[in-house]
């Protein structure tokens, strides 16, 4: 059964920014792909960025494209989540997620696409 950690968020000004982590472990962490989401209060839970298994293909928000880059380290089992020009509409409990699939691909972009999720982390940004 894998695990996922995500840790990095804080407080931080507009046009600051943030690099979360999400440290794998269990089952083989090379093998899925991986995602981050994020909930803000009030709101429903929305995709922000994938990468697939082999780490050449990734897909963003409209939201957040240009700012926001995805990664991935096979040899730490980490992803990440380098946050650039923080907007205080960025607000929200982030939370990684790995694929429900094996070696797939494509890019999920529903919640359903993916299995195991974090316990999230707090990112807050000040106008």
């Known amino acids: 059964q894998v695990q996922l950690v995500e840790s990095g968020g804080g407080l931080v000004q507009a046009g600051g920014s943030l690099r979360l982590s999400c440290a794998a472990s269990g089952r083989t962490f090379s093998s899925y792909g991986m995602g981050w989401f994020r909930q803000a209060p009030g709101k429903d839970r929305e995709f922000v960025a994938a990468i697939t298994w082999t780490g050449d293909s990734t897909s963003y928000a409209d939201s957040v494209k240009g700012r926001f880059t995805i990664s991935r380290d096979t040899a730490k089992r980490t992803v990440y989540l380098q946050m650039n020009s923080l907007k205080p509409e960025d607000t929200a409990v982030y939370y990684c997620?790995?694929?429900?699939?094996?070696?797939?691909?494509?890019?999920?972009?529903?919640?359903?696409?993916?299995?195991?999720w974090g316990q999230g982390t707090q990112v807050t940004v000040s106008s």
């Open positions: 997620a790995d694929s429900a699939r094996l070696y797939w691909g494509g890019i999920g972009k529903r919640g359903s696409d993916y299995r195991t």
